[in-house]
């Protein structure tokens, strides 16, 4: 490759790595494997050695992924939190002993060898021992305090016997019975259930309320330390009986290794077995025994250089492609979704299989009773990968893509530059759930109590079609309804009515124009002021607006030559919504744009309210640190933050009181 299509192919992964990590982290939705993640993961990592002019300061490979939304409060961790690297094979683990041991000169070592649960990581904080507070991974350095939600989890001791200040890291995870329960009741109640066990766990850390964290029956395990006062233990094997003997629950299945062979030997005993445990494992984890060693191995900016991850193989089965059936998304995308004969794979029973798109089952060759091989991939989404072309009798039947929505008939479209067909029709009723449910969420109509299952009572009863109607139903009819209370439903009324006062660039999110998301919304509404003015707008206007490119712009445009989009936003602007910034948001504000970033603990300000401080004074907070930043908003603990804006040298670094001093102004 020439050197432009080298940074060309740089910048392309680093934007797919943080797309599958937002899918990953923030969303507890990924659409690929672990597998295919670190493959992208690597690729990056190789180009950035070889042409390290290329590399971006704000690189993936230089951070770990983060979970941090911004819902809770962000708290530095005293010792960072990193990830673990991953090896897929018995060649790259042996290369990892041996670079340990040459890193060491020692060529005899003892390692741990522990089963890896697939959750989501824990920091613990205890002092005089006593639980201060629960904290995500998030980016490793800051992460998300999720303390009320975490003391529902039986598993986690609220005090201790230890009384020195320390950090306990472990894994919270959603054992499989719970899983399926849970998956039972939100089926039931019309919502969508889990993927996996991790994505349910990650959801559950994270609800607004925590009494229904406790619904959710998590548990825990742990097996790590961050910061100690005293260096009193010595060994990883060690520290594991400490943590039993203080109450904590962990890992049953830990053994003692001297040699590759060992090692080896028992992750090839759990591979098998790991769909017997009543949670989930994705692999083992190598440790260095010695904590001495540890330290003189130290880390690398994202991973410690003394444990690695040995992943398992995704489990592939055979079994018969019966027919080809089609979902309708809520942007219209059509998926096509396999239906086989039911196998047992990966510890459950699957009968479904996305098939992604058209191309896709053409790539495969695909025949209707064609016997496939299917993976669950990353131990998430079942997928067809390949045919068994031997077990064809010419009885099998060719694909035929449908021309026509399978719910409402409308003739499907497809983009040139696009691999999806679609159903332009948004009163399509396969899509008015799922579009009702992004209305009512919290980043746009913030509609407390229109829940999934309350939308889906509504949209099953036929009570509501659009947007308009949520504002037009008589709501008094629901409490005729098993599971409506009068209150809950006076409270719903309020909601409604509450609801529009909503300004401009929310109301704009909520509509779900393709590709507007919350940032782009907020831009868009603030350029044109109102929806009138976005209305008229031409492509080649709208992509002079900064950060709105050609793709938005035509699906902008797109979205207003629809008729009864147009007519859905004047019933919308008729019911009162807002629909144009007011005089007083119009005002110039004293941040307009400039991009921060925070680290570490304010004195008088949480994470939150310093973000809607600049945010309400026109200022846009990012969560990394790259060129395009002015200013680092300097608290207690900073993290890696603080080196990596040193090192760019433009970006200014203040203090909370030179904010506060230039909202003043």
């Not at 306990?168 to 499989?176: D, F, P, T, V």
């Not at 999806?420 to 969420?441: D, G, T």
Request: aromatic share 8%.
């Amino acid at each position: 490759m020439e050197k432009t299509e080298i940074k060309k192919r740089i910048e392309q992964l680093t934007k797919e790595i943080e797309f599958h990590n937002k899918k990953y982290y923030i969303e507890n939705h990924p659409v690929i494997s672990d597998y295919e993640f670190d493959q992208l993961m690597r690729e990056l990592q190789e180009l950035e050695n070889k042409y390290p002019e290329f590399a971006l300061p704000d690189s993936p490979t230089q951070r770990v992924g983060s979970d941090i939304t911004n819902e809770f409060e962000s708290i530095p961790h005293i010792v960072p939190m990193q990830s673990l690297s991953n090896v897929y094979s018995f060649e790259e683990l042996k290369d990892f002993l041996l670079r340990v041991e040459k890193g060491l000169g020692i060529s005899s070592l003892e390692y741990v060898v522990e089963q890896k649960i697939d959750g989501v990581s824990i920091n613990l904080l205890y002092e005089n021992g006593v639980l201060l507070y629960a904290l995500t991974r998030g980016d490793g350095t800051v992460g998300e305090d999720i303390t009320k939600n975490a003391k529902t989890i039986r598993d986690i001791p609220l005090s201790i016997k230890y009384r020195k200040r320390i950090e306990i890291r472990g894994e919270i995870y959603l054992a499989r019975d719970e899983f399926n329960k849970l998956n039972e009741q939100r089926q039931k109640a019309g919502n969508e259930p889990f993927a996996n066990p991790r994505n349910a766990a990650a959801g559950s850390i994270k609800l607004k309320y925590s009494k229904d964290t406790a619904k959710r029956h998590l548990n825990a395990i742990f097996y790590g330390m961050g910061f100690t006062e005293e260096n009193e233990f010595s060994y990883q094997y060690e520290f594991l009986q400490f943590l039993k003997n203080q109450g904590f629950p962990t890992n049953q299945n830990v053994k003692k290794c001297s040699s590759f062979d060992e090692i080896k030997s028992f992750c090839n005993e759990w591979e098998p077995k790991r769909f017997d445990l009543p949670f989930d494992i994705d692999g083992m984890v190598i440790k260095v025994n010695q904590l001495d060693y540890q330290k003189k191995l130290g880390s690398t900016a994202k991973s410690p250089r003394w444990a690695i991850a040995y992943k398992f193989k995704a489990e592939e089965v055979i079994t018969k492609l019966n027919r080809i059936e089609f979902q309708v998304g809520r942007t219209g995308a059509i998926t096509p979704v396999a239906k086989l004969t039911p196998v047992r794979i990966s510890g459950s029973t699957v009968s479904n299989a996305t098939l992604h798109n058209e191309d896709e089952i053409k790539r495969l060759q695909l025949k209707i009773g064609d016997y496939v091989k299917v993976v669950k991939s990353g131990e998430i989404i079942p997928k067809v990968i390949g045919v068994v072309f031997d077990k064809r009798d010419g009885t099998e039947k060719d694909f035929q893509m449908i021309k026509r929505c399978p719910v409402c008939h409308t003739e499907l479209v497809r983009k040139e530059d696009e691999v999806i067909w679609r159903c332009p029709n948004v009163s399509c009723p396969a899509q008015i759930k799922r579009n009702l449910e992004h209305f009512a969420s919290r980043n746009a109509m913030d509609i407390e109590g229109l829940g999934t299952s309350v939308i889906a009572t509504l949209a099953d009863k036929n009570f509501v079609k659009n947007f308009a109607d949520l504002y037009k139903f008589d709501y008094t009819k629901l409490k005729s309804l098993e599971g409506f209370e009068e209150k809950s439903v006076q409270n719903l009324i309020n909601a409604i009515e509450k609801s529009k006062s909503i300004p401009f660039p929310k109301v704009l999110y909520a509509i779900g124009i393709r590709y507007v998301g919350v940032k782009t919304a907020r831009i868009l509404a603030k350029h044109f002021g109102s929806i009138e003015n976005l209305r008229k707008a031409t492509v080649e206007e709208l992509s002079e607006v900064p950060e709105i490119g050609e793709k938005i712009a035509l699906s902008i445009v797109e979205y207003f030559q629809n008729e009864k989009n147009s007519e859905l936003i004047d019933e919308l602007q008729s019911i009162g919504l807002q629909f144009q910034i007011k005089k007083e948001e119009k005002k110039e504000k004293k941040l307009d744009g400039l991009k921060f970033v925070l680290t570490g603990t304010l004195p008088n300000y949480s994470r939150n309210e310093m973000k809607e401080l600049i945010i309400s004074n026109g200022g846009e907070v990012l969560s990394g640190i790259s060129k395009n930043v002015d200013y680092l908003v300097l608290g207690e603990n900073p993290g890696s933050k603080l080196e990596k804006a040193r090192k760019i040298g433009s970006i200014k670094i203040i203090s909370e009181a030179k904010i506060l001093e230039m909202v003043k102004g």
